[in-house]
């Protein structure tokens, strides 16, 4: 760690409220005049790029043009005497500081076939895992992992019945009637992961499980580019979303600037550390937007396949290794604070 980013972290609580200030000042500043939102991605506009996004892109390192990152030494100068330390609540006491909130999982059939609940469970417990958000295909798995341990799991409907909807679903008329049918039954808490990108934006079958999420007061989880975040917002101006992944553009200006038109859009970091820290090391412009932003990210493993079960203690660590690299309330909320704040859970070790 840098000796200035050292001194920032043990800076007293009368400088805060100006850290955050600066912080965010320099986030927006880094921005530069975007203009459209075309203009505010590299390279293609959204409409053009967005059947591009495929789960093996969604790993790669999708880098925006200079002028667009924040001057990193001059917030080193500018901020070397400033750090925001949100005071902790009252709720974050006495909890294991390592402990991790999994704010994206998968128990799909697959997985299903190889590891039972109960051996998922124990994954849970050898990697401290106090809780975790979890959705499923088909989506009765979620629900049968929640029943093994209904304190720790929460289970989002899953709205695929098997790969092929993943690409398939935004022209699937029945499926609004089979999630309104899901929902009644009761239990979820909230609906996702949806994959969807700029061309399908308008699909009225997007729109009506918006609308479905809305009536049932249910956060939605989104794999999707920035197109879609503001389609969603002109139909449900209120409603809570979970980026999955920080978005197909996992920019920090831009993310900051979706966070600030934003206030119902919240960041999943799954499968980004290598951006977040490449080699381990915490990137400045990540660090300066999770000072500006500390309750707004939420941390995930994302078993998307079973190599990544497999791996699931690595990435955990991983995921531990740049948050220690936070100031320590901060790296608490990131861990699982903002999590348990996001779907209303008490903040404390509830495992069985």
Known sequence: MSEARQERME??????AAAKRVASSR???????????????????????AKA???????????????????????????????LCVPLLLLFRGLDAEALFDAHMHYNAA??????????????????????????????????????????????????????????????????G??????????????????????????PVFRRIVELAGEY?????????????????????GQPVIWAHAGTFPCPALVADYLRRYPGLFVDLSVRDERIAPGGELQDEWFELFLAYPDRFMIGIDTFSLSR???????????????????????TRLRQGNAAAFFHRPLQDERE
């Not at 088909?138 to 992992?145: D, M, N, S």
């Not at 089979?178 to 699909?203: N, P, Q, T, V, Y």
């Not at 007061?217 to 389609?231: G, K, Q, R, S, Y």
């Not at 990435?315 to 531990?320: D, F, G, N, Q």
């Open 11 to 16: 800076l007293k609580p009368p400088e805060q």
């Open 27 to 49: 986030l927006q500043e880094s921005m530069g005049d975007y203009g459209t939102l075309s203009r505010r991605l590299p390279g293609p506009a959204p409409d053009s790029i």
């Open 53 to 83: 996004d495929t789960d093996r892109q969604m790993h790669m390192q999708i880098h925006s043009p200079a002028r667009h990152r924040p001057v990193i030494s001059s917030m080193r100068t500018r901020l070397s005497a400033m750090i």
């Open 111 to 176: 997985d299903a076939d190889h590891f039972t609940p109960q051996q998922i469970i124990e994954i849970m417990d050898r990697n401290d895992i106090s809780q975790a958000a979890v959705t499923s295909n088909p989506p009765r798995l979620a629900k049968r992992l929640y029943e093994a341990s209904p304190g720790r799991i929460l289970p989002l409907l899953g709205v695929y019945r098997e790969a092929g909807d993943k690409q398939h679903w935004p022209a699937d008329p029945g499926l609004p």
């Open 178 to 203: 089979r999630i309104e049918a899901e929902l009644a039954k009761g239990g979820w808490r909230g609906i996702g992961e949806l994959h969807l990108f700029a061309d399908d934006r308008h699909s």
């Open 217 to 237: 007061a249910l956060p939605l989880m989104l794999h999707t580019d920035p197109a879609v975040i503001d389609t969603l917002y002109d139909i449900a101006p």
């Open 309 to 331: 079960w497999r791996e699931y203690a690595e990435v955990a660590e991983r995921i531990r290794r740049w948050t220690r690299q936070l100031p320590d309330d901060i790296a």
